[in-house]
């Protein structure tokens, strides 16, 4: 006999009730244990599942960002190479095989309280990077971050991004332009959407705004005369392929230097039954 087929869903695709709550007791019971308080999080879902975005203010101190910034900037060596980069933007990717100083932004308990509530468990870290823009760059192109996954909108987010004030996020200095509410909009070319309508992230550092992958944004034009550092974390579904290879990245003997819950993210952990196993296995016994 064949293995029975686990139902998670409706005919009409919705989540079956049982489902549901299981998610949802499931997600209580992490919150209990990150140490976050419940009606904080149903508060800000809230508001995260109407408009799109949410900002967490001072999340980090500020002297705390200014010792990632210190650790950051010696890797900003180089420039974008094409406009959606930017041609006076400096990014590092492949961060934490180069440095471990946003993985605190990475496992923030809140960030992920959020992400408990959204996806599936055991859901990955996409890609994570450093970036910093240079005085004299312009707007960014307008873009929603999981829209390389090629299924039609409107559509649930496959992914959710928090982009993190390294430095004050200005207007003046190029803070991320974000449209609220565009999360629910069906598919549009950049070229139809009424720039007009962005909303600058203005906030100050250590706070982080973080949104869902269906929502268009961009960086704004850094109209200041200094550079405006930020970090970003972006996050998937566990089936959903991530954009940065993680596995050829970043190294074993590095991930062991992660918490686990890094670990997981990167993509030692497993979507059961059958989805990331190595051998047969969970893929964290490479890590043991």
Not at 107 to 118: G, I, K, Q, S, W
Request: proline letters at 8%.
């Amino acid at each position: 006999m064949g293995m029975k087929r686990r139902v998670f869903t409706n005919p009409d695709g919705s989540v079956r009730a049982d489902v549901a709550a299981a998610r949802e007791a499931a997600a209580a019971a992490r919150e209990e244990r990150r140490g976050v308080d419940p009606a904080r999080v149903a508060s800000l879902l809230e508001e995260l599942r109407t408009e799109g975005r949410v900002i967490l203010p001072e999340l980090f101190t500020r002297e705390r960002m200014q010792e990632i910034k210190a650790e950051i900037r010696p890797l900003l060596t180089h420039d974008g190479r094409n406009e959606f980069e930017g041609f006076r933007t400096r990014r590092i990717y492949s961060v934490i095989q180069k440095t471990l100083a946003l993985n605190p932004l990475v496992e923030h308990p809140l960030v992920l309280a959020l992400l408990d509530r959204l996806f599936l468990p055991n859901y990955l870290l996409s890609q994570l990077q450093a970036i910093e823009i240079q005085p004299g760059e312009e707007r960014q192109p307008l873009h929603h971050d999981d829209a390389f996954y090629p299924i039609p909108r409107p559509r649930p987010p496959i992914g959710a991004a928090t982009i993190w004030a390294v430095d004050d996020f200005t207007e003046e200095n190029g803070a991320t332009l974000l449209i609220p509410r565009s999360h629910s909009w069906g598919d549009v070319e950049p070229a139809e959407i009424d720039a007009s309508r962005l909303v600058p992230a203005v906030m100050p550092s250590g706070s982080a705004i973080f949104f869902l992958g269906t929502l268009w944004h961009c960086a704004g034009p850094n109209r200041s005369d200094r550079p405006r550092m930020a970090a970003t974390a972006q996050y998937c579904e566990p089936w959903a392929r991530q954009q940065e290879n993680f596995g050829l990245a970043i190294s074993r003997e590095r991930a062991r230097a992660c918490s686990e819950t890094v670990q997981g993210l990167l993509g030692y952990s497993m979507l059961f039954p059958f989805i990331g196993f190595v051998d047969g296995r969970d893929p964290k016994r490479l890590l043991e």
